[in-house]
């Protein structure tokens, strides 16, 4: 048997994992190269190899998991509706400005008219969703189509009104030229009545009650923007108590900003960190469990980090490099992590070495060496 016969029935090894199947295309690449029978076909295709490699920063598809989605895509995808003039109306209370806007915006009327809104709001978001230079994830588009248009209900808790709602047709008919999320300014200067909803209902993120359109505008915007008046901590305990996370962990904020900027999906995120909270009890060998919840700026990203430091990780850096993701963790990284950030893990592992892995970030596993570490962190890596 000749190598290349060798080389071709060993990747038909099941039994081989990804980040060893990559090794081996990387070896071949090299002894092809320094192969004295040349020949240029096959020298082409390793150097696209090379490329695509380069490119991607290695192989992007792990079995079992779906393909890595960059999460700056979906950054940049909300940075744009929320800087586009007319989809900003949708997110923000309404004020002379953009009142004022929205009527130039309309050839048929020198008054602000909802139709028209309602059409260039549409409009909009078509060609935001359509444009290559962004990427909602498919949730997230979701949410705000259903938000837009009342296709369904939006949001984890199931909201059914939307800028389509017919109530909201009939208060506009019976409030011609008036925005139905006026800002406080328009309310008491212009005398632009405010809409109230059919039925009010409280959030979940914030505690705040939710009872004119308004409100629901800033509701919605708080699923997907968290900053100084809607604080990541607040967000995190608010769910902690509900969840009654306190009977069993003892959890503590350190270095935790309460005025960091993003653009996120913040009730894929809460969900993400209710999973990870539940594989740290599920795991745990104590009664109670020490935990440490921290949100920091590192260069170009923004870090959320659950540390549970009275544990370490019940396996060797080796196995976990090949093996990266159990029963429990496949469901978290397709249908919460991919897309919304990257995550990588901090810990003392089973051989008493210390590490740090990027677990989920498109590119092949590495270890990087820590000189000591206590327990087991994990990084959830928000990019902007």
């Known amino acids: 048997m000749d190598k290349y016969s060798f080389i071709s029935d060993l990747m038909k090894n099941k039994s081989l994992t990804h980040s060893q199947k990559e090794r081996i295309c990387q070896l071949v690449a090299k002894e092809i190269k320094n192969d004295e029978s040349k020949d240029s076909e096959i020298l082409r295709r390793i150097r696209e190899i090379e490329k695509k490699l380069n490119e991607n920063g290695g192989i992007t598809k792990i079995e079992g998991l779906k393909e890595y989605i960059n999460p700056l895509k979906q950054y940049n995808a909300l940075l744009a509706y929320n800087q586009n003039p007319i989809l900003k109306t949708t997110c923000h209370d309404v004020n002379d400005y953009y009142l004022n806007l929205l009527i130039n915006k309309s050839n048929e009327t020198e008054n602000y008219d909802f139709q028209t809104h309602l059409n260039l709001i549409f409009g909009e978001f078509e060609k935001i969703s359509n444009s290559k230079e962004y990427g909602f994830t498919n949730k997230m588009y979701t949410l705000i189509k259903n938000y837009l248009t009342g296709k369904s209900t939006w949001s984890s808790q199931n909201i059914n009104i939307s800028w389509n709602d017919g109530f909201l047709k009939k208060w506009s008919k019976n409030n011609r030229g008036m925005v139905p999320n006026p800002?406080?300014?328009?309310?008491?200067?212009?005398?632009?009545?405010?809409?109230?909803?059919?039925?009010?209902?409280?959030?979940?993120?914030?505690?705040?009650?939710?009872?004119?359109?308004?409100?629901?505008?800033?509701?919605?915007?708080?699923?997907?923007?968290?900053?100084?008046?809607?604080?990541?901590?607040n967000i995190i305990e608010r769910n902690n108590k509900s969840l009654n996370y306190k009977s069993w962990a003892d959890i503590k904020f350190h270095n935790f900003s309460e005025t960091l900027n993003l653009y996120t999906d913040v009730d894929k995120l809460i969900q993400a960190y209710n999973k990870i909270m539940n594989l740290i009890r599920k795991h745990s060998d104590n009664e109670r469990t020490k935990i440490i919840l921290s949100f920091y700026?590192?260069?170009?990203?923004?870090?959320?980090?659950?540390?549970?430091?009275?544990?370490?990780?019940?396996?060797?850096?080796?196995?976990?490099k090949e093996k990266p993701f159990g029963r429990d963790m496949e469901p978290i990284i397709n249908k919460l992590i991919n897309g919304l950030c990257d995550l990588h893990l901090r810990a003392k592992f089973e051989d008493g070495k210390c590490a740090e892995l990027n677990l989920w970030d498109g590119k092949p596993i590495e270890s990087k060496p820590l000189d000591d570490f206590n327990g087991v962190e994990y990084l959830l890596i928000l990019k902007k």
């Open 183 to 233: 800002s406080n300014e328009l309310v008491e200067n212009n005398g632009n009545a405010e809409c109230f909803l059919e039925k009010e209902f409280v959030s979940k993120f914030t505690g705040k009650t939710i009872s004119t359109f308004t409100d629901l505008v800033l509701f919605f915007k708080s699923l997907w923007h968290i900053k100084d008046e809607n604080p990541l901590s």
């Open 297 to 320: 700026h590192q260069n170009n990203k923004k870090i959320f980090s659950i540390h549970q430091s009275d544990t370490f990780w019940k396996k060797s850096i080796v196995d976990t």
